[in-house]
């Protein structure tokens, strides 16, 4: 699934050919694409037809158009396959071109979105009173990513203190810190020389502001050069893809020497997914100790009675 870069990366092509058109006409062309949307496709359509859309918006893994002059945001989940792509009137359809966007202009391109597996969808939803970005109400309880200028570090590290959970599961918890996924959590933690398994009750202010610090540098490196891409799945609005898998320093690299020690790095089962780590630079916890078993109760002992003394 496109992490924070790879949706930044889209978002950012959305911005630029998108966002100020009015939409002339869509075509739903699969059911599926649109299933998050109440009222179908032909809602969907009609809704959209004749709206302008706003500055492409992002939170994690989540983005968005507003549309001007209505409470209401067009909401984009790309799921494990869906692309945005920006291509000309002309241009032949996609196999699995599930949604077909046109605009009022002369510019001669179209929106499309296209998606193999079908995990992922466009639906219109009102936005969060008052949020100037035109939030989805169904994504307010996403929380802000680590790019996001209003994301408060303290918040974060005292929850994440709280959470009395492990560090990796911590980064994935999308309530907690949004745009974070297996790929860049791996990166992250490698960086910072922690083991998936840390305990986030360990973990200091100053590690967790250091840890921090990691996640936005290997998301910035993504970004400047268009994201992961492992397959022809994920792709930019011109159908480009990213190559920062070149850079990745721990995911995927399994028997591979660490590039700090030499060490041969480990994969290990987590969670349906696997955690890639380098087992000298990022030592497992160590095991809580066993608590010790409770002394056994000593036996209630009768008070003595005192026994007068005779008298002689």
């Not at 989940?77 to 002309?90: A, T």
């Not at 995990?119 to 100037?132: I, K, M, P, R, Y």
């Not at 502001?209 to 993504?222: G, K």
């Amino acid at each position: 699934m496109p992490e924070l870069p790879e949706v930044e990366v889209v978002r950012r092509g959305l911005e630029r050919w998108i966002s100020g058109r009015t939409v002339a006409e869509v075509q739903v062309l699969h059911p599926r694409a649109v299933r998050r949307h109440l009222g179908g496709g032909e809602d969907f359509a009609a809704r959209l037809k004749g709206r302008r859309a706003g500055v492409a918006r992002r939170r994690g893994k989540y983005l968005w158009l507003p549309l001007e002059d209505a409470d209401e945001s067009v909401l984009a989940h790309l799921g494990m396959s869906g692309q945005l792509l920006v291509q000309p009137h002309g241009a032949a359809d996609e196999k699995h071109l599930r949604i077909r966007v046109r605009f009022n202009d002369s510019i001669g391109t179209e929106l499309r979105f296209v998606d193999q597996r079908t995990f992922g969808g466009l639906s219109l939803h009102e936005t969060v009173e008052g949020a100037a970005d035109g939030l989805p109400a169904a994504i307010a309880h996403i929380a802000r990513d680590p790019l996001d200028p209003a994301f408060d570090e303290a918040a974060f590290h005292t929850a994440l203190r709280r959470r009395r959970t492990t560090v990796k599961r911590a980064l994935l918890d999308q309530s907690l810190i949004s745009g974070v996924g297996n790929i860049y959590a791996d990166e992250a933690l490698w960086r910072a020389r922690l083991h998936y398994d840390r305990p986030t009750a360990t973990l200091t202010r100053p590690r967790s502001v250091e840890l921090l610090d990691h996640v936005r540098d290997v998301m910035n490196a993504a970004l400047a050069v268009g994201g992961t891409s492992f397959d022809s799945l994920y792709v930019n609005v011109n159908g480009e893809s990213g190559y920062f898998e070149r850079s990745l320093d721990a995911y995927g690299r399994e028997n591979e020497p660490c590039r700090r020690c030499a060490t041969p790095m480990r994969r290990r089962p987590w969670m349906n997914r696997s955690s890639y780590f380098c087992p000298r630079c990022q030592r497992p916890p160590r095991p809580a100790a066993p608590a010790r078993p409770a002394a056994p109760a000593r036996p209630a002992v009768a008070p003595r009675t005192a026994v007068p003394l005779s008298s002689s």
